[in-house]
């Protein structure tokens, strides 16, 4: 409240002292005679001065901040294409700082030196073809320049991987990063999003998750948080149930829906075939850290559950966005070790990371994972720790009482 | 031909002077020169509205989590408990700044205000080729600024998807609570604003191309006449597809169309929609969304001319290749979207094409760079607070300008991308250069709006503050970028976990940043002051206060209805015959005849 009060008496008290000023200025410009528009030489002058004091500080400025924060804040690039690009970078970096400092030169220095003098004319110079001419053609030499060799390292850097590359998947949600292995036979396992359930939240495709994704669309999750269709006709048709209209509209929504997915997901169990089961079985998925071996070629696919996010890994210059309904891909090489990289960075605590870097809702900024590059026996020590999908998926599945008919009887009971 | 068959008319109408109402003069007027200080008005008040809300989320950014008096007076308890702002209204605040800085200030406050008020003026016109449908646009550009504004008082929040609004995001309002009526209000405004922006657009178009005063050829047209028509025509062939864009993601929202959607599980619920393509959206977007950057510089740039020329009393250098640069601006603007989506998915080889064509567009960006510069060589430069402006349009055009040759190769791209380097980049090239050039066309039309002088001290104490103050907000924001912080991050203290050096520095930076955020929005009183006082109590202007060409000065200091109260004034040269060899005064309107064995330029 106070806050408030002072923040107003001082706006009122600052407009007050200018209204007096711009006064006491007009009256004494009206002593002398003095029309707005004729600009005093030593006021012309003032502001002639002052641009090139004006570049004196962005220069000055412009080489503080380059000497004080200029490549401190990602580190030398930690990946095989990210050396290419940030050579290219520099490259790019020399020549427009150049030209930036050539031409504001000449601008605030133009505006220093040809300040209007008394009893000099301005000097009538409406065209030069041959000048034209030459600012033309040197800017467009020094872009083909450029553009060759932008693109020369673009089709590089988005080329096909290399056969024998690692295959990983990056899943993105609303607000994490999911990771998963292709597993031995370095192929990731297909995916459909409507088999998606809690024991399969990336949607593998297999026999098993097909028909627990089935179950789960019928008769629910047996914990009742998700109603089936059984359930939901169940609730509409029973004459004993009362509902607010939105609430049965909803439901109607609900059971119409899910009936239309399920109808598509047994369309999808009848053309399944089943060879394809093994290559989503021995898939690993992690969801804490990502683990990369050092000087391994991998080929990355993305995808995301819900909204745009983006895979940005700022230490390796990669950054793809993940689409919904759209697998995308990046390759890369990370070249420096974990432990090279926090020697390098001076930095014991320093992690590579992902990061999301497309607006993805509140907590965007938290989404992101750790990364971590090993030494190829570290991460065969990680690996072996780890459990496949075939492990995860059909042990607990087995393990749950989903697909009997004691489960619809809880459903019931829960309701 | 118009012109010319119009006179008749207009000759009598002028004579008779009725008095006209409050309403039809200050409220519903067709006159060319109140409609433009309309949208003048309303620009001011939303662009005040914009810079708050980022002095709002400046806080937050520079000094995160903590309680802010500043942030709890105007966002109460719904959305600064305790004065930390939320996290969601972040988002909302980054969303509406960029909005309206980018449609209402830039498009509808620049283009708006100085294509109404020039265009008639300075191609010897009595008002624009249809007064209705200008006071139409206005209207409707007020109603949308007004919906646009009510979104931030309601119970969801306004749109928190980001200025560009991409959906699945924009289109889940399970996905983020802004997505409900907040943009259902950004939608329904920004297609009332897309309709008026249209209809000033053709308007704009149609009053220069029929209503040129006898002798005022295509090729004796001012700089700035010549930047509006390019604009409208950029307008009117872009904003249709935003319209689109915004149509098809309306129908996503509220019909259960997928053209944007596929495969989406969202908070557990599983949607049906399958085939849409989000790719589609940004296509669509994008391909209004780099031709607004233009249709939000050439004006600016335009202006600039006309004002460097005038104070350095020297002809613009190259004047054809000025109109020449900006017909090139004009056309490649509509090649280049793609460079927006570079790491989106898009095909890599589709990139590859667009990196081509937009370096091409550096190439009449620098002809005008150099142009400028050789105006002012040699000239005898007056520095009124308008030409201060004009030069810092000049030099921030070059310090954004050049940034963008990294962001547009694609290669490059894929590190900066959607970090802190791209906003700083657009924050100079499109920010600043468009707001100094909009300053600098109120500085030297403020005679011509209101028959009254600005002061030029307090201009001087402005242009200084907010030449330091924008440098200073964005200059280190190129190096948070190269740091490789993320854009729309609420909190960057999350580098804490992985590099606290990397996050020490980007929060050192940020602090600089509001700092020079708070100065610089500080100094932007001293212009409010100077122009509402002014309007009322500035000294009397007289007719043609900068010594200047354009036909605009040969109008009467009062307004008239049709502005000229006699025959309308025939051209018969360029407008830059400033310091002409052979001429007494250094300065010689267009309405002057050749004189014998005089060449034109």
């Given at each position: ?241 009362i509902f607010i209209p939105k609430d049965r509209v909803k439901m109607e929504t609900d059971l119409d829906r899910k009936t239309r997915l399920l109808r598509l997901l047994y369309q ?148 | ?351 590859s094409v667009f990196v081509f064509t937009t370096l091409l567009i550096a190439i009449p960006s620098a002809v005008k760079v150099f142009n400028y510069l050789t105006t002012l060589w ?224």
């Amino acid at each position: 409240m106070s806050f408030k009060l002072i923040t107003l008496v001082v706006i009122v008290l600052g407009a007050l002292a200018v209204a007096q000023l711009v006064r006491l200025y007009e009256h004494s410009s009206k002593l002398r005679n003095r029309r707005e528009e004729d600009i005093p030489n030593r006021d012309n002058k003032l502001n002639a001065n002052m641009m090139l004091g004006f570049m004196i500080l962005l220069f000055g400025g412009f080489i503080w901040l380059m000497l004080k924060y200029g490549y401190t804040g990602r580190g030398v690039a930690a990946s095989e294409h990210g050396v290419t690009t940030d050579w290219l970078l520099n490259i790019n970096f020399i020549l427009i700082v150049t030209v930036f400092f050539l031409t504001n030169f000449l601008l605030y220095f133009f505006a220093f030196k040809y300040v209007r003098k008394p009893g000099v004319k301005a000097y009538y110079y409406p065209h030069n073809n041959k000048l034209e001419l030459i600012w033309t053609v040197v800017p467009a030499i020094v872009l083909a320049f450029i553009i060759i060799l932008g693109l020369k390292t673009w089709n590089e850097v988005t080329d096909e991987a290399k056969k024998e590359a690692v295959r990983v998947e990056l899943f993105s949600e609303q607000f994490k990063w999911t990771a998963r292995y292709a597993g031995k036979d370095n192929k990731l396992g297909y995916f459909d999003y409507k088999l998606t359930t809690d024991k399969n939240q990336l949607a593998l495709l297999t026999t098993a998750t097909l028909d627990s994704a089935i179950r789960l669309m019928e008769i629910g999750s047996h914990d009742g948080s998700i109603m089936g269709i059984k359930l939901l006709e169940e609730k509409l048709n029973d004459p004993k149930n009362i509902f607010i209209p939105k609430d049965r509209v909803k439901m109607e929504t609900d059971l119409d829906r899910k009936t239309r997915l399920l109808r598509l997901l047994y369309q999808m169990r009848s053309r399944h075939n089943s060879k394809v089961d093994a290559y989503a079985y021995d898939d690993v998925i992690e969801t804490d850290t990502l683990h990369l071996v050092k000087n391994q070629d991998y080929e990355f696919n993305f995808r995301a559950k819900d909204v745009i996010h983006s895979a940005y890994f700022p230490h390796f210059r990669v950054q793809v966005n993940t689409v919904p309904g759209l697998t995308t891909r990046f390759k890369f090489k990370p070249t420096i070790s974990t432990k090279e990289m926090r020697e390098k960075m001076n930095n014991p605590n320093f992690n590579y990371v992902i990061m999301c870097n497309k607006i993805c809702g509140g907590a965007h900024y938290k989404m992101k994972m750790i990364v971590v590059v090993d030494t190829p026996a570290q991460y065969k020590a990680w690996m072996a720790s780890k459990k496949t999908f075939k492990e995860t998926f059909l042990t607990v599945a087995e393990a749950s009482p989903a697909d009997a008919p004691a489960a619809t009887d809880t459903l019931v009971a829960v309701k | 031909m118009a012109a010319v068959a119009q006179h008749g008319h207009h000759d009598a109408h002028a004579h008779d002077h009725h008095e006209e109402g409050f309403v039809s003069k200050y409220i519903f007027s067709e006159d060319h020169k109140m409609i433009g200080k309309q949208y003048l008005i309303t620009a001011i008040f939303m662009g005040i509205v914009a810079m708050l809300l980022s002095i709002l989320f400046r806080i937050q950014l520079a000094w995160p989590g903590e309680s802010s008096d500043f942030l709890s007076m105007f966002l109460g308890e719904t959305w600064a408990p305790g004065g930390v702002l939320k996290e969601n209204m972040y988002l909302g605040l980054v969303t509406i700044h960029g909005t309206i800085m980018v449609f209402f200030l830039l498009t509808g406050g620049l283009s708006g205000t100085f294509s109404n008020l020039l265009i008639p003026l300075q191609i010897g016109a009595r008002d624009m080729a249809s007064g209705f449908l200008n006071m139409l646009s206005y209207w409707m550009f007020f109603l949308s600024s007004i919906i646009m504004l009510s979104s931030l008082f309601i119970e969801t929040g306004p749109a928190m998807a980001g200025w560009t609004i991409y959906p699945p995001l924009s289109a889940l309002p399970q996905a983020v609570e802004g997505s409900g009526l907040g943009m259902t209000l950004w939608l329904v405004s920004m297609t009332i604003f897309i309709a008026s922006s249209l209809i000033g657009s053709l308007n704009y178009i149609v009053t220069v191309l029929n209503l040129r005063t006898k002798g005022m050829k295509m090729t004796r047209m001012p700089l700035t006449v010549w930047a509006f028509l390019v604009t409208a025509v950029l307008g009117v062939l872009s904003f249709p597809v935003l319209l689109s864009a915004a149509l098809l993601l309306m129908m996503d929202r509220l019909a259960g169309t997928s053209f944007y959607l596929s495969d989406i599980i969202v908070n557990g619920e599983m949607l049906e929609n399958h085939g849409g393509s989000p790719l589609l959206y940004q296509h669509l977007f994008w391909f209004l969304g780099h031709p607004e950057v233009y249709i939000v510089l050439l004006p600016a740039l335009g202006l600039s001319s006309e004002i460097i020329s005038t104070n350095s009393r020297k002809p613009i250098f190259g004047y054809r290749a000025m109109i020449g640069s900006i017909l090139a601006i004009g056309f490649l603007s509509f090649i280049v979207w793609g460079h927006h989506m570079f790491v989106t998915g898009m095909n890599p080889f589709l990139g590859s094409v667009f990196v081509f064509t937009t370096l091409l567009i550096a190439i009449p960006s620098a002809v005008k760079v150099f142009n400028y510069l050789t105006t002012l060589w040699r000239g005898s430069l007056t520095f009124t607070p308008a030409m201060l402006f004009a030069v810092g349009l000049v030099s921030t055009f070059i310090t954004g300008g050049v940034t963008g040759i990294i962001l547009a190769d694609s290669a490059l791209d894929i590190a900066v991308h959607d970090t802190y380097f791209v906003v700083a980049h657009f924050h100079v090239v499109m920010g600043m250069s468009a707001v100094f050039g909009m300053f600098a066309g109120v500085y030297h039309w403020f005679p011509k709006m209101y028959g009254r002088m600005l002061n030029t001290r307090l201009g001087y104490a402005h242009f200084w503050v907010t030449l330091v103050g924008a440098y200073g907000v964005f200059f280190p924001m190129h190096f948070v970028g190269l740091a490789g912080a993320p854009r729309r991050y609420y909190d960057n203290s999350v580098y804490n976990e992985f590099d606290s050096v990397a996050g020490d520095m980007i929060l050192d930076l940020n602090v600089i940043i509001t700092i020079f955020a708070i100065i610089a929005s500080i100094g932007q009183l001293i212009f409010l002051f100077n122009f509402f006082y002014s309007i009322f109590r500035g000294p009397v202007a007289v007719q043609n206060p900068w010594k200047s060409n354009t036909l605009e000065w040969t109008t009467p200091v009062e307004h008239v209805h049709g502005n000229w109260p006699g025959e309308l004034p025939t051209v018969h040269r360029w407008p830059y015959d400033y310091s002409k060899p052979g001429a007494a005064e250094d300065f010689i309107p267009q309405t002057v005849p050749l004189a014998d064995g005089e060449e034109e330029h």
